[in-house]
């Protein structure tokens, strides 16, 4: 199993308290933990714990807008690239209206190269409606924000994989757009009749059975999305299901899900971080703390490294490979994380 790190930008309130002038340090630091932790003890032959970094695509704080900061996605892609050496970097997930699409590959092939050819491109269709029309975009219906998916990750194919793009589409029109130089990245099977060609691994976000998952069954390296064990399953098998239609092998496509993280050596430790979560959202949403606590509560990777390991081996066995982890104390407290490397992530990285 891999496993990638959330890093706090302030969208979920993770950099409240900390002053704008040293959050940019806060962000930076952890980055470049996440470049070069280890798993378990530093003995000869130990590996990295993370094997990418994570940003989300939000411009207004959940679980409600304030004015706590939010950093923007694709301006931290530019500066982790710039100040890591090894990790991968990606974005869970971009929102494919908040820019054009062809402006949006050449960004991501520009911020590929910039950081030697690690980058992640997540996508998806959006959903939060505050900031959609906050920032003029208006609020499509679902199946016009997933048509514009579907156009926009054509677009961004044919960006990295030829260099230019064309299409006339309902949601998106570009004519000749170049992207050059494309990512450094060289994919297997993303060319003319399986070769290979420059690209971006592609991380379809979102579980709809109908129209997302066809999506993903037709572009995706990789997918994520219900990270718990029975809707993970189905999703799975949903998109199995898409794959067969159109003849692609399942197999192809890594399927990950998204974590938040309450780790404690014992379970009165897990209490206290959860504790702290809700003294911690209290501060600047007290009407949503309540419910946020028991969103963190009852999710698969809250306990003890014991109790977090078994649940993360029923979900390898049911498929899940690639586990993208939240530490909603991460600015301020990094003994979670570093349990997590020391007693979790060396029993499933084998």
Same mark, same amino acid.
């Not at 939010?70 to 494919?96: D, K, N, P, Y």
């Not at 609020?139 to 579907?150: K, N």
């Not at 939240?326 to 407290?333: K, M, N, P, V």
């Given at each position: 199993m891999r496993f990638g790190l959330f890093i706090p930008q302030g969208w979920r309130q993770d950099l409240v308290g900390i002053d704008p002038s040293e959050q940019w340090e806060t962000m930076r630091s952890l980055a470049r933990h996440a470049d070069t932790a280890l798993a378990g003890e530093r003995l000869p032959g130990a590996r990295h714990a993370w094997e990418s970094a994570w940003v989300y695509d939000h411009f207004h704080t959940v679980p409600e807008p304030t004015g +706590?900061?939010?950093? +923007?996605?694709? $301006? ?10 090894? #990790? ?9 209206? %908040? ?8 960004? *991501? ?18 959903? %939060?409606?505050?900031?959609? =029309? ?62 290979? *060609? ?6 379809? *976000? ?7 998952? =066809? ?9 994520? @999305?219900?990270?718990?064990? +029975?809707?993970? $399953?189905?999703?799975?098998? #949903?998109? =199995? ?6 003849? =692609? ?16 050596? $014992?379970? *009165? ?9 809700? &003294?911690? %959202? ?23 490294? +014991? ?8 979900? &390898?066995?049911?498929?899940? $490979?690639?586990?993208?982890?939240? @530490?909603? &104390?991460?600015? %301020? ?18």
């Amino acid at each position: 199993m891999r496993f990638g790190l959330f890093i706090p930008q302030g969208w979920r309130q993770d950099l409240v308290g900390i002053d704008p002038s040293e959050q940019w340090e806060t962000m930076r630091s952890l980055a470049r933990h996440a470049d070069t932790a280890l798993a378990g003890e530093r003995l000869p032959g130990a590996r990295h714990a993370w094997e990418s970094a994570w940003v989300y695509d939000h411009f207004h704080t959940v679980p409600e807008p304030t004015g +706590e900061a939010t950093h +923007e996605a694709w $301006t931290l892609m530019a500066a982790f690239a710039a100040s890591t050496e090894r #990790v991968r970097l990606g974005q869970m997930c971009t929102c494919i209206a %908040y820019r054009n699409p062809a402006y949006l590959a050449k960004v *991501a092939a520009t911020v590929d190269i910039v950081s030697g050819g690690r980058t992640e491109m997540g996508i998806g269709a959006g959903w %939060y409606e505050h900031e959609w =029309r906050a920032y003029g975009y208006g609020f499509p219906g679902a199946g016009a924000r997933l048509g514009a998916l579907d156009e926009g990750v054509q677009v961004m194919e044919q960006m990295w994989r030829t260099g230019s793009a064309t299409l006339d589409g309902t949601y998106f029109q570009v004519d000749g757009a170049l992207c050059h130089p494309q990512p450094l990245q060289v994919l297997d099977g993303v060319g003319p009749e399986g070769t290979s *060609a420059p690209s971006i691994p592609l991380w379809i *976000a979102g579980g709809g059975e109908k129209k997302t998952l =066809r999506i993903a069954a037709q572009h995706a390296q990789y997918t994520n @999305f219900d990270g718990r064990l +029975e809707g993970f $399953t189905h999703k799975s098998e #949903v998109l =199995r299901g898409h794959c067969e239609a159109i003849g =692609r092998p399942f197999d192809e496509i890594t399927r990950s899900s998204n974590y938040n993280v309450v780790i404690g050596a $014992t379970e *009165a430790d897990v209490e206290d971080r959860l504790r702290w979560i809700g &003294e911690h %959202y209290a501060k600047t949403v007290p009407a949503k703390a309540e419910e946020t606590v028991a969103d963190f509560r009852s999710g698969p990777l809250v306990g003890t490294p +014991e109790q977090i390991v078994e649940n993360l081996q029923k979900l &390898e066995g049911a498929g899940m $490979t690639y586990a993208i982890t939240y @530490f909603a &104390e991460a600015a %301020y407290d990094r003994s979670g994380i570093e349990l997590f490397e020391r007693e979790v992530i060396p029993a499933l990285q084998g």
